[in-house]
């Protein structure tokens, strides 16, 4: 006998649980006193929120699993790609959310905010572990408090959370398969050598261009010309990988020397047919930190209109903290810095018949 459960019908509302989720509001204002009307908008709002960062980590899990192994399949890219901007919709919304929430006024928020002490948003046990699963580990992470931002959790939520700080996160998984590329190794193809000639090519013209320039005068043609050498400077250092590791050991960059190599190379030649959903999951890993980015800056335009300069009520500064999670903790910035390296695609340098081959499809007939 098959131990297959019998197919039964379901009704949408108990296939949806909704008696759960629509009776999960109890505004504190009603329990403590007379109830405030936006009460309710800010729990369901909150609720709603929730919900979405719990599919942000279906997606994000299901992608770190992928890329745990050695051999990333080709077409697991294109699934990564897919569940990964699946992830950017859901910030896209979370950051059109707030418009509905800043349809309540600072004096109604005012009317249940003391009622809510000292719940914050601090406390959010997913988006904490989202964050810490996207690469935003405790090192690079701005306190707000005297105490580890996790301890406010219970006991077994801060063990999950320690046990996070200590696994990979999306941005080491990225990085090590960018270091497994396996055309970062050309025989046959001086791939440095060519790079830095059209570099040097590119900025020639640019500076041409400025010093015949009839809009500019001398003192603003010798400040554009210093900017331009200072760019200079930067792509040389690009193939410098001790001077690399040195930025890394001080905190100003985080991308291995392997992996930003193998990045640039797959931005450049994006074109190529087995390079384009790797050039997609970086731009998507880029717009995933622009839109986390948006989000936390839209979060602390709406603190400041609500709230002014009060602190917040889990005990941050409020808007000042929030403005400086918005410099600080991006995860892949690393991979905007790459847009500084590219040049004009005329100047690519142009790939080996081999390699073209090894990166393309090629037909025979018979």
């Known amino acids: 006998m098959s131990n297959q459960k019998k197919y039964t019908s379901i009704h949408y509302a108990s296939y ?39 599919q942000m980590m279906h997606e994000l899990d299901s992608v770190m699993e992928m890329f745990r192994s050695l051999n990333v399949d080709e077409k697991n890219i294109d699934e ?12 896209r919304l979370l950051t059109q959310q707030i418009k509905v929430l800043e349809t309540m006024t600072p004096i109604d928020f005012l009317e249940f905010r003391a009622y809510l002490f000292p719940a914050s948003g601090f406390q959010s046990f997913q988006f904490r572990c989202f964050e810490v699963k996207l690469g935003l580990k405790i090192e690079k992470r701005i306190a707000y408090t005297p105490y580890k931002y996790y301890h406010e959790f219970t006991p077994q939520e801060q063990e999950t959370i320690v ?19 396996p055309f970062i190794d050309m025989k046959d193809f001086d791939f440095k050598t060519k790079y830095l000639s059209a570099v040097e ?20 043609k010798e400040m554009r010309l210093k900017m331009n050498g200072d760019v200079g400077t930067f792509f040389v250092n690009i193939f410098n990988e001790e001077y690399h590791n040195q ?14 190599i193998a990045a640039l190379m797959i931005q450049l030649y994006s074109t190529e047919p087995l390079l384009q959903l790797p050039s997609r999951l970086i731009h998507t890993l880029i717009e995933m930190d622009e839109l986390l980015t948006n989000w936390r800056y839209r979060h602390a335009q709406m603190v400041m209109r609500m709230l002014g300069r009060k602190s917040g009520t889990g005990g941050s500064s409020g808007y000042d903290y929030l403005m400086e999670t918005v410099k600080k903790h991006q995860v892949f910035i690393d991979f905007h810095n790459i847009s500084t390296l590219m040049i004009p695609r005329s100047d690519i340098p142009e790939l080996p018949d081999e390699l073209k081959r090894t990166l393309g499809f090629s037909f025979t007939q018979r």
Do not use: C
């Not at 629509?22 to 009460?39: F, I, V, Y």
């Not at 090519?201 to 603003?220: F, G, K, V």
């Open 201 to 220: 090519r590119m900025l020639q013209r640019e500076a041409d261009a400025i010093q015949s320039s009839e809009y500019l005068n001398p003192h603003e």
């Open 163 to 181: 046990a996070l700080e200590s696994k990979e996160g999306l941005f080491d998984l990225i990085q090590s398969w960018l270091e497994r590329t």
């Open 80 to 91: 990564a790609v897919l569940r990964l901007e699946r992830i950017n919709e859901i910030l």
């Open 16 to 54: 949806l649980e909704l008696d759960k989720i629509l009776n999960a509001q109890h505004p504190r204002s009603a329990e403590l006193g007379k109830e405030a009307h936006e009460e309710t908008l800010f729990i369901i709002i909150h609720q709603v929120y929730e919900l979405w960062f719990k």
């Open 247 to 260: 930025l890394i050991a001080e905190g100003r960059i985080r991308l291995s020397y392997r992996a930003t």
